[in-house]
C-alpha cells in the first residue's frame, strides 16, 4: 500500500558506541509541520489502539521501543507493517483508516500530528470512513 498517503521513512540513524540517536525534522524527513506529539505506552497485552481515521491530519507513527502492528486500509485493500525500529517512521496520511495491535511488553508508540486535537477529524465509524473514502 505504499503510495502518497503511506508510506515507511527511514529517519536518520547516527550510530555510536555511547548509545544511537535517531531525530526528525518537519518538512525534512516527515512531509508536514507537527502540531502535536503524542505517545501511548503500557498497553495492555490483547488490547488494540486507532479504530479511526483523520479527515485532515496527517501523522508520523514510530516504535521508540519494542514493537506492535499498524493494519491500515484506504477502504479498498488493508496491510499490516510491523514497527519495531525506533529509526523508521509509518507516514500515513488522510483518508486512512488506521488500527494498532499486537503491542510487545514494554513498548512505546510515538505519533507525530499535523494538526492539534479536534474531534470533528476523527471518523471513527468504519461505515463512515467508507462513505467518506468514496
Not at 49 to 73: P, Y
Not at 75 to 98: D, F
Request: one cysteine or more; charged letters at 25%; aromatic letters at 12%.
Amino acid at each position: 500500500m505504499e503510495t502518497d498517503k503511506v508510506r515507511l521513512i527511514r529517519l536518520p540513524k547516527i550510530i555510536d558506541p555511547r548509545g544511537n540517536l535517531t531525530m526528525v525534522e518537519q518538512r525534512h524527513q516527515i512531509p508536514f509541520d507537527v502540531a502535536r506529539v503524542y505517545w501511548t505506552y503500557d498497553v495492555p497485552s490483547g488490547e488494540s489502539r486507532g479504530g479511526h481515521a483523520h479527515k485532515e491530519c496527517q501523522e508520523a507513527i514510530i516504535a521508540l521501543s519494542g514493537s506492535f502492528d499498524v493494519t491500515l486500509d484506504d477502504g479498498k485493500s488493508r496491510k499490516t507493517y510491523h514497527l519495531n525500529h525506533p529509526y523508521q517512521a509509518l507516514y500515513v496520511g488522510t483518508g486512512i483508516w488506521r488500527t494498532l495491535d499486537d503491542f510487545s511488553s514494554g513498548a512505546v508508540c510515538l505519533v507525530l500530528a499535523s494538526h492539534l486535537f479536534e474531534e470533528d477529524d476523527y471518523i471513527r465509524d468504519y461505515d463512515s470512513f467508507l462513505d467518506f473514502v468514496k
